[in-house]
């Protein structure tokens, strides 16, 4: 008998306090520019700066400084003085880390592809890393945030490298 009272206990205790230990999942889409970096920016015929579109899903404890990101994102860049484009397609699995209550770090691996818009290229899927901040900025309902990224992607005979900096909307 003495068992069973405090498993009960112990059960109620734990309903008691779910509302506090859920976890907050989330929906995010966002866009912004993207920035080439190293190599791909520095050729005489380099890329300019283009756009990101990200959509993701987010997994997050309340009580618990760290959480979980997938997201898949497009990006796109135009070849400087050239009728020619160069798309990114990426697939990430990240971490993130609060820091203060609004402000957080963000990283994590991910797959990318990549192919430029010349006939007759040929896609590359490539394994890279990403590392970035970010600031919450919470409303009623539905949170926004804005985001600045590093990702790196080695390829043959050197790495692509890019910053894209979003602005995205969290539900």
Excluded: C, W
Excluded at 10 to 18: K, N, Y
Excluded at 126 to 148: K, M, Q
Aim: proline residues 5%; without cysteine; negative net charge.
């Amino acid at each position: 008998m003495r068992l069973l009272s405090r498993v009960t206990l112990a059960v109620g205790a734990l309903l008691f306090a779910a509302p506090s230990l859920h976890a907050q999942l989330s929906f995010s889409l966002a866009a912004g520019a993207s920035l080439p970096m190293g190599d791909a920016a520095e050729d005489p015929n380099g890329l300019k700066m283009g756009y990101n579109a990200t959509v993701g899903l987010g997994f997050k404890p309340l009580l618990v400084p760290v959480g979980l990101r997938v997201e898949g994102m497009f990006n796109s860049f135009e070849v400087d003085g050239a009728d020619v484009s160069q798309r990114v397609l990426g697939l990430t699995g990240n971490a993130t880390y609060t820091i203060l209550p609004q402000l957080y770090a963000i990283g994590g691996i991910g797959m990318y592809n990549s192919k430029a818009s010349v006939a007759g290229s040929e896609s590359s899927t490539d394994f890279g890393f990403n590392i970035g901040a970010g600031v919450n900025i919470p409303l009623t309902g539905f949170g926004t945030y804005v985001e600045a990224r590093y990702h790196h992607i080695p390829v043959e005979g050197g790495s692509f490298q890019f910053v894209p900096i979003t602005f995205g909307i969290k539900f």
